[in-house]
């Protein structure tokens, strides 16, 4: 049923309609214990619909994606707990999802959301790869005792299985004298499956993103051998050059005025080849940031921008390295699509970053609008490294109606680990 999402939307609702007419049709035509039946297998598929929803559009969380999980899980198979959990190195487990029948008191996580497997049923899980069903009376140690004291009389766990991988155990935990229902294994591995999915989704987007970043960060270091190579190599000997001119312009002697004129020329070009030079190596890496700080390299910047620019900052501190850079790459390549293609009277640039806040960084511009990520590079580049830093960035251009570029960082990748000042 899970793959009835992948079916085009007007086959879904045929089959959707054909499964209602058959529902009619049984409930009018077939006995109590087939129309029971049914109903399970209904209520069944309308929570493993629930439940794939959520994974196949992949912007739910995954820790609130398993506790959907569990709750549809915990009331289809009548438990009265349902829990998600990770197996992690020397037996231990780590809590990641838990959910209660509204009926019964909330056991809540044990031993601070890490504990040893001791013999649990999730500890037999972990041995064989398969599920297990395990008596609290038969349960050892702490463990068992927690178990036993909130009443827990048996618990059934199922492997969850990410590419091949035994990642962790999803269970069910009984009160009372009433054993589980001899299927429940079975019915649990639809579930299981879509939390599965749910698990590797998320480390695709990981894996993703750490990639990505990888990529930015050794871009970043090439560039900035390049500028330290630049800076220290030719642009020193560019200068020595310089001096040796003057020096040979001062020394010309006064009758030979023409080689005195060709010596200053000299010397000219030779200050403007080393303008020339900082001003592409400030392109290839923002030394600016280094010496100026954030705002002061926005400033210049937008100092150099012929588009009037109304510029607000708010920055109480330094932001660590990645995000002073991520920040000054997009002002630096929005109001070079500013110049480019806007044609605008007016850009407008709010950066807001005070502790304990998300940075927000918001340029609006006048403009003809119409910008397409999929028309260059500058901007996707730019999405790359916005995400890179956990970040989100939005770009509104409708055709006529200006352009805006919102760029949005979380507190957490903002706490400077360097301590910078
Ligand atoms: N402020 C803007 N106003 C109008 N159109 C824009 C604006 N910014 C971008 N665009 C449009 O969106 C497209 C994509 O922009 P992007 O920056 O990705 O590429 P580019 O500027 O054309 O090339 P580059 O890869 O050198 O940056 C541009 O080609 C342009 O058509
Ligand atoms: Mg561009």
């Known amino acids: 049923m899970v793959g009835i999402w992948s079916l085009r939307p007007t086959l879904r609702r045929r089959l959707r309609h054909g499964l209602d007419a058959a529902t009619t049709f049984v409930r009018a035509n077939c006995p109590d214990s087939t129309r029971t039946r049914l109903r399970t297998a209904l209520a069944k598929q309308e929570a493993l619909r629930r439940v794939a929803m959520l994974v196949a559009h992949g912007t739910t969380p995954p820790s609130e994606t398993f506790w959907v999980v569990c709750r549809e899980l915990g009331g289809l198979l009548d438990a009265d707990y349902a829990a998600i959990a990770r197996f992690e190195p020397e037996r231990m487990m780590c809590h990641l999802a838990e959910w209660n029948d509204p009926s019964v008191p909330a056991m809540g996580v044990p031993f601070g959301g890490r504990w040893p497997m001791g013999d649990t049923a999730a500890a037999a899980v972990y041995e064989t790869g398969r599920s297990a069903r395990r008596a609290s009376g038969s349960t050892a140690g702490e463990l068992g005792e927690w178990l036993r004291s909130h009443g827990v009389s048996q618990v059934v766990s199922c492997p969850v ?12 935990r009984f009160l009372g004298s009433r054993p589980a229902p001899a299927d429940t294994e079975r019915r649990m591995g639809d579930f299981v499956e879509l939390v599965a999915c749910t698990i590797a989704q998320a480390e695709y987007r990981a894996e993703l993103i750490a990639s990505r970043a990888r990529l930015v960060t050794a871009a970043d270091a090439a560039q900035r051998r390049i500028e330290r190579d630049l800076h220290d190599g030719a642009q020193q000997r560019l200068i020595a050059l ?77 932001l660590p390295e990645p995000a002073e850079i991520t920040v000054y790459y ?58 890179t830093v956990g970040g989100t960035m939005e770009v509104s251009s409708p055709v006529g109606g200006g352009t805006s570029v919102v760029v949005g960082i979380p507190s957490s990748a903002l706490d400077d680990p360097q301590g910078r000042p």
């Open 242 to 318: 310089g001096l040796y001119l003057r020096e040979a312009e001062t020394n010309a002697s006064d009758e030979n005025e023409a080689l005195r004129r060709s010596l200053s020329s000299a010397a000219k070009c030779q200050s403007d080849v080393v303008a020339q030079i900082q001003q592409i190596s400030c392109g290839i890496y923002p030394t600016t940031l280094t010496q100026m700080g954030l705002k002061g390299a926005i400033k210049s910047l937008v100092r150099h921008c012929p588009v009037r620019t109304d510029l607000h900052i708010r920055i109480d501190r330094r």
């Open 161 to 172: 299985i990410v590419h091949n991988r035994l990642w962790g155990e999803l269970a069910l």
């Open 330 to 387: 997009v002002v630096s390549e929005v109001l070079a699509n500013v110049l480019k293609h806007a044609n605008a009277s007016v850009v407008h640039i709010d950066l807001v970053a005070t502790s304990g806040d998300d940075l927000r960084l918001t340029i609006r511009d006048d403009g003809v609008g119409g910008a397409d990520l999929r028309r260059g590079t500058g901007l996707i580049g730019l999405q790359d490294r916005v995400d």
